[in-house]
């Protein structure tokens, strides 16, 4: 049954609220049932097109609404901070944040994990993957009602929206840096860097390297296992892989760093084992002390993302 989906509405009251500052695009509609839903994009800082720009990036699996949740949460507070704080205000000066809360807004509504047509969109982009791959979870072309298919050979509009919008406010800027929130996979909350598609070296694995080393300095406490996707497993069809590669076509060694968060829902389940009798019980904290401490507990790296795009200059 299709239900409405209360993120969008918060997305959209958000923008509203702070409409002076923020813009919000409308990056196509998708459909279920008789009901659509908009792709919403926010916009906002510089409009310089060679601004250092960060995007973040969430909901492509309609059952890791946590990581919505967790955006949003940042993204309240930031725009907040925006309005009274003259730090903000002068890093937006000359920086850009680029956002897509609910890239699978169907998947949401029908609460499950691929859009409505079946398709992971994570696996859905054209990289074909090379090496040993998990059968199926890698994605596959076998049938829809099968998890991780990638579709049969053509982009999902969800999939074109995110590249066209990354493409918009991303690809002429002079670093850039994005996150892509996720959930599901593991005990311990992992950062993971490219590639997912292949174990050969990422061009750019240098400054994620340069990346990495400044968030350890600055945070010697954190919680994350930083590491290449394709330490955990590959995959075709991978968004970022393919995003990052078009960029790298139109402007040859820009640095380009995505990135992906995939917090590790399997510490919720094992504290609360009764959350997996729940549909999205695996892939999100249920608890309401847990889900609070969820939201706080990744602001610091976001904000982090963003100060050290705007700061490229001092570790690239
Ligand atoms: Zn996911």
Known sequence: MVSYVP???????????????VQLETLGSVQTGNTSFPLLGLVIGSKDPKAPTCGLFAGVHGLER????????????????????????????????????IINPTGFALNRRSNTNGVDLMRNAPVEAQGKLLPGVSGHRFSHRLPW??????????????????????????????????SGFGMKDRLWHPWAHTQNEFPHSQHVQRLTNLFETTYPYHIYKIEPQN??????GDLWDWIYINHQKKHPGVPFLPLTLEMGSWMWVKKNPWQLLMADGLFNPVKKHRYARTMRR????????LKATGSSDQWL
């Open 66 to 101: 946590v990581g919505t949740h967790v955006l949003m949460s940042f993204l309240k507070t930031l725009f907040v901070k925006r309005v009274w704080d003259r730090e903000w205000v002068e890093f937006f000066e000359r920086n850009r944040l680029v956002t897509i809360p």
């Open 149 to 182: 298919f990638r579709g049969h050979e053509k982009l999902e509009t969800e999939t074109q929206a995110v590249a066209d919008f990354v493409e918009r406010h991303m690809f002429q800027s002079k670093v850039l840096v994005s996150l892509d929130l996720h």
């Open 7 to 21: 993120e969008l509405v918060e997305v959209e009251r958000l923008a509203e609220a702070h409409s002076n500052s």
């Open 298 to 305: 990744h602001l610091h790296l976001l904000e982090f993302l």
């Open 231 to 236: 330490q955990s497993y590959m995959t075709h």
